[in-house]
């Protein structure tokens, strides 16, 4: 039997897989911590990262103890958002890593996707 953290790591390889297929475009990684929600834009041909966000910047920061929640995310997508369009990214591939798909990470993926098409 897998513990639970090898579980996580097989479904973000399986992710990360399919995500290759794609190489042309940059991907959207997601990361989230129990408090915390972060978000990269990751060129893989180049091994650089074009744009980023996360909930510990100025202006997302409020003084709770959790920050990793819809409202949060959606903020956090939007920035990431806006951060990709001026850097000139119009596609991207969503990089959900080994997390399900809904909640915090569709939301995040929903607000970004005003931005930038995936």
């Not at 103890?65 to 819809?70: A, D, G, V, Y």
């Not at 997508?77 to 369009?85: H, N, Q, S, Y």
Request: charge should be positive.
């Amino acid at each position: 039997m897998r513990s639970t953290l090898r579980r996580f790591e097989v479904r973000k390889q399986r992710t990360r897989i399919n995500i290759r297929k794609n190489s042309d475009r940059p991907r959207l990684s997601v990361f989230k911590s129990g408090r915390h929600i972060y978000a990269q834009l990751i060129d893989d041909s180049q091994g650089v990262t074009l744009a980023s966000a996360s909930s510990l910047e100025k202006e997302i920061r409020k003084p709770k103890k959790s920050l990793c929640n819809k409202e949060t995310a959606a903020l956090v997508g939007k920035l990431v958002g806006e951060r990709a369009k001026k850097a000139g990214v119009d596609l991207a591939v969503f990089d959900k890593g080994g997390y399900s798909y809904h909640g915090v990470v569709k939301t995040l993926a929903d607000s970004a996707r005003e931005f930038i098409s995936f």
